[in-house]
């Protein structure tokens, strides 16, 4: 890992144009993810961590807009790319979803989808060779028996064994950024530690950098070398993950961890954040989770705090933390 | 002492595999093979284990969508496949069901209200404005407000869908209530609310549940009783403290350690290789000796036995046998 940024994402900003308005999912986004780094984006549902991906490995949908911002990945703005360049960078961002099946045409073999993918990005004719290639990615991912799992239907794998092709799939294009959104969150407990397990030998094996996309803060911190906590399509707090962990600064963080079953511990009852999430077409003036908070002053809803760093490498959203002490 | 509300006696289904134009059966998926447990009134027990692992096929089995191919499944002491008219009435009036998806589970046409009275609509005589404030009145007891009766599921968020799916399933007022992953697809914060509101529903109505989860970390809090199952059979069974303080099987043990945990670091944990088996031929001996890290010889030839740690906690396993205890202690 090097202190190098491979993304640089500044005040991105986006709407989603529907019938009845205007969704504001992300607002003024902004963050680095380094060489060879894993950054975690977590919040509930709804706070805008699969627009960002979706905006980083520019496949967003038609009627989103983006309204502000630059995504500077490799030293190249990728909101101004010249088209030509368009398909190069493409190799390099990869995203993969939470529903495997859903990924994968069900009409194909996966040994078939997967030479389309190899034959087009690495220029390779030849079908032994290409077919060689397939398999030994396969391999990489800890597939079992990857002759049979080439010739099989995506119908006949397990949710798990879906998820591995997709990931060797997506790896054979030789990605520097690899953005997962929630990967694990269809799969059990044990295969859901198999996939978190893989991903980072990968990542160590290939040199990637992951933007993982979760709503679960544990797979945050056991995977991430640094945590973005997202609310309301605001970033509220930012640090490594033990720092995070140890040291929670915003209100919303802390309830986020104290929601964590802990299997040690009796409970005579769960804790959890009442309430849900404002419409997003009207965000609050002031700060994001005001609704939420029981710290929440007048301060709070009349103004938005912003994002600073209060205490070195940690960087919180909230009145309670004003000036730096840098 | 406590009366066996739901009594399952060596429960087994599978379902057939039919190849060609005659649907020439070549064989079966054993998808439950031959488990026994009971549901005391008032109890929570749960069902953990893996994708696979037949949980589901348990609860259709209770819910008289499946058929047992054999066993018994007793309800207050009768054979629930028996039951006719007016009996067979009053339990499925009796057993509830929530599921995992609560938009699945919804009615989008319908709103809130037309979900919830539907049941009560056909089995309890009320006028519409009575109907209106039992409707009204359960809303309340799962945390929402008058406002929300006349919504459709598409403008409910998701924790709010599953409490509407649970005041429909405590609309009749059942007994027992079947939870299959209530809360996995919701996030970690709308779990816990939704986890609090079953405890304290379970406490004012006097409630069983049976939950059904592959993630051991939501079922202390709220279990009497774990029920681990691998492949269509029981491996380990105890109170919810015996399970988590003293957990015996090896199966049990690396379902704890895949739970993900924030204080942890990836790599200090024992992770589960490759894939359950296929439960068309499953192994024979212990069912997980394909994938248990100590496993000796005989696992792989005989079934285990039942080893008695407790009155109530039973391990399925052969490194707990007296005779076999010393192999293990390595
Ligand atoms: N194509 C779309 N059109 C309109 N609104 C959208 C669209 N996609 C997402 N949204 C809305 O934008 C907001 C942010 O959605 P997004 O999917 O980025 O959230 P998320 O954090 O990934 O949530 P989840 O955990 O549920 O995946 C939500 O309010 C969502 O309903
Ligand atoms: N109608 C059916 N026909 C054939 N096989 C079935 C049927 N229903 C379930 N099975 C098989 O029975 C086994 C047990 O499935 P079941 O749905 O009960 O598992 P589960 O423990 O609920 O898993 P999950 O956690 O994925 O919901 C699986 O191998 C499944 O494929
Ligand atoms: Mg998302
Ligand atoms: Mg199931």
Redo the contacts between chains.
Sequence with gaps: MTDQPILQVENLTIDYVVLDGIIKAVRNVSFTINEGEVVCLVG???SGKTTVGLAISRALPENAIIREGRIIFKGRDLLNLEIRDKSTIEDKVMMIFQDPAATLNPLFKVGEIFSDVIKHHLKLSDQLKIREKALEFLKAVEL?DPERIFNSYPHEL????LQRVIIAITLSVNPKLLIADEPTTM????????I??LL?NLKKKFGLSILFIT?????????GDRIIVMYGGEIVEEASSEEL?KNPLHPYTK???E???K??I??S??????G??FDLRNPPLGCVFVDRCTEATDLCRKDKPRLIEFLKNHKVACHLYRGSTK | MNTALLRIEDLKKYFPIRVGLFGKVVGYIKAVDGVSFNVDAGEVVSLVG???SGKTTIARCLLLLEKPTSGKILYDSEDITQLRGEKLRNYRRSVQAVFQNPFLSLDPRMNVFQIISEPVKNSMKLSREELLEYVSSLLELVGLDKSFLDKYPHEL????AQRVAIARAISLKPKLIILDEPTSAL???????I??LL?DLKKELSLSYLLIT?????V??ISDRIIIIYLGKIMETGSS?EI?ENPLHPYTR??????????????E?V?????PPSPVNPPPGCRFHTRCPYAIDICRKQEPPEIKSSLIHKVYCWLHTEKHSSETKT
Excluded: W
Aim: aromatic content about 6%; hydrophobic content about 40%.
């Design positions: 509930e549902s709804g079992p397990s949710g798990g064994m799969l059990d407990v044990t295969l859901q530690a198999q978190l397990d980072i709503h679960n803060l544990s797979i945050a911190a056991e995977i962990l309830g986020l961890l929601c964590i079953p299997t040690h009796k409970y009852k769960l804790k959890s954040i009442p849900m999430i | 893996e994708s696979g968020s998701g924790g709010q996030d970690v914060s709308v779990q816990a609310q986890l609090n405890a592959h993630d051991l970390s939501i202390k809090y403290e988590f690396i379902l704890f350690s895949s739970i993900p945990d924030p204080y942890r670091k990836f790599g944990r992770i589960l290789r490759g894939e």
